[in-house]
């Protein structure tokens, strides 16, 4: 795996990697924080068995954290995320230090208006914006193919998606499902934060979309009764200070009154000073 930390470099390991894999090759990008998990590494993997290069990126993207939130203290873990991507056969890595992102006097961002104030976006003002912003500056940069999101991260997917249309940006979003330890608790870079009391606290999260599922699945569609449901869980763990509880078409963010397939149940807790997200789709195929 090559690792490069300039924009200049990147661009052209790019098209040299392009130009040996064949003049249809295609690349994928996974764009990352670091902190790289398993989450991370399904998505690596998906992009290898569908494009022939894979880039990868990591960069703690300062533009996205708010001035209270924990940008500072984000785990950084370079030199194991790097063994972990190569072993997962990412071929390039951009890695990028803040000054090569963002010169003195930068002063464009990517505002996708309505989508980037609800859920996520409501509890951290700015945060899709500093996302939007980085997300299209690597498409730039990079020129992917398809770019691999999870959807643990369903509201930045929704911005995503919106942008890319918006934009014309020649680029596939792919979203790879969540993955959970055997317990059920969503991966995240800040589970790293959790204390063995909080991480039980946390638990709280796919266990209440657990119960919405299983009422889906026998029929319930009132978005009052699944929250009702959603919040009886989460509201009877001590410790634990729900954020939000939101029933929303997955494409727009909006409040749905009734679930059909495409509706998305999405939580977000604090447990102690770690903020945690989860969420569930009605699936398509087995809930219309
Ligand atoms: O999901 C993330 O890790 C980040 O929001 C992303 C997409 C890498 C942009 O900084």
């Not at 010169?103 to 003002?125: K, M, Q």
């Amino acid at each position: 795996m090559r690792i490069l930390t300039t924009i200049h470099a990147m661009r052209l390991a790019c098209k040299q990697a392009r130009r040996a894999a064949g003049e249809d090759s295609t690349l994928a990008l996974i764009p990352t924080m670091g902190a790289v998990h398993k989450g991370h590494l399904s998505l690596v993997d998906a992009g290898r068995k569908e494009c022939d290069v894979v880039a990868a990126s990591i960069f703690v993207n300062p533009l996205q954290f708010g001035p209270t939130e924990d940008f500072a203290c984000y785990p950084r873990s370079f030199d194991d995320d790097c063994r972990q991507l190569a072993k997962a056969g990412v071929d390039l890595l951009f890695a990028p230090e803040a000054q090569e992102m963002y010169p003195a006097g930068a002063t464009t961002f990517v505002e996708v208006a309505g989508l980037s104030e609800r859920l996520d976006g409501a509890s951290r003002p700015g945060h899709f914006r500093g996302v939007a912003t980085v997300v299209n500056k690597l498409f730039n940069i990079i020129a992917p193919d398809v770019a691999y999101f999870g959807q643990k991260d369903a509201a930045q997917v929704a911005v995503l998606r919106t942008m890319v249309r918006d934009l014309d940006l020649p680029v596939r979003i792919i979203v790879g499902p969540t993955v959970r330890e055997p317990d059920g608790l969503a991966l995240s870079s800040r589970n790293r934060y959790l204390s063995p009391d909080q991480r039980i606290q946390a638990l709280a999260l796919s266990r209440a979309l657990h119960v919405v599922e299983e009422l889906v699945d026998r029929g319930e569609r009132s978005s009052v009764v699944l929250r009702a449901a959603a919040a009886e869980v989460l509201n009877h763990v001590p410790g634990l200070r729900p954020d939000y509880i939101e029933i929303v078409s997955s494409d727009t963010l909006e409040p749905v009154v009734s679930v059909a397939s495409g509706a998305l149940i999405a939580l977000a807790a604090w447990a102690g000073e770690t903020r945690l997200i989860d969420n569930f789709r009605v699936d398509p195929a087995s809930h219309d």
